[in-house]
Nanobody, 121 residues
Framework: VQLQAFGGGLVQAGGFLRLSCVAPGRIVSSYDKGWFRQAPGKEREFVGGINRSGVRKYYSDSVKGRFTIRRDNAQNTVYLEMNNLKPEDTAVYHC???????????????WGQGTQVTVSS
C-alpha cells in the first residue's frame, strides 16, 4: 500500500502551496496521518500531523502559524496548506499513515513517494 502525494512545485518566498496526500482504501484512510520533509543532506523531519477524526493537529515549531493540516475522510485525502513559504522550507515532502503516534517517524506503517517543494528567495 502506498500513499500518493502531490502538489509540490517552485514558488517564491512568501508564496503558497497546497499538498495533497491520497490514501487508497478505507483501512489506510482511517489512520492518523503526518507530513515529514527531507532536505538534501538532512534527516527526515516532522512537519505536521492529524489524528483520524481530524480534531487533533500537531505542528513543528518551524511551521507553526504558517502551515495548516486538515483531512477529508470522505475523499481519503489529507492536505498540507503552506503559507508564507521560506527558502528553508525547500525539501521533499512525504506523507505517511500511522496508528502509533504522528510524531514518531519510525512508527509509520505506510509512506507516499514524496513531492518536491522549492522556495526561491
Amino acid at each position: 500500500v502506498q500513499l500518493q502525494a502531490f502538489g509540490g512545485g517552485l514558488v517564491q518566498a512568501g508564496g503558497f502551496l497546497r499538498l495533497s496526500c491520497v490514501a487508497p482504501g478505507r483501512i489506510v484512510s482511517s489512520y492518523d496521518k503526518g507530513w515529514f520533509r527531507q532536505a538534501p543532506g538532512k534527516e527526515r523531519e516532522f512537519v505536521g500531523g492529524i489524528n483520524r477524526s481530524g480534531v487533533r493537529k500537531y505542528y513543528s515549531d518551524s511551521v507553526k502559524g504558517r502551515f495548516t493540516i486538515r483531512r477529508d475522510n470522505a475523499q481519503n485525502t489529507v492536505y498540507l496548506e503552506m503559507n508564507n513559504l521560506k527558502p528553508e522550507d525547500t525539501a521533499v515532502y512525504h506523507c505517511g499513515a500511522t496508528l502509533a503516534g504522528v510524531l514518531y517517524r519510525d512508527r509509520y506503517a505506510y509512506w507516499g513517494q514524496g513531492t518536491q517543494v522549492t522556495v526561491s528567495s
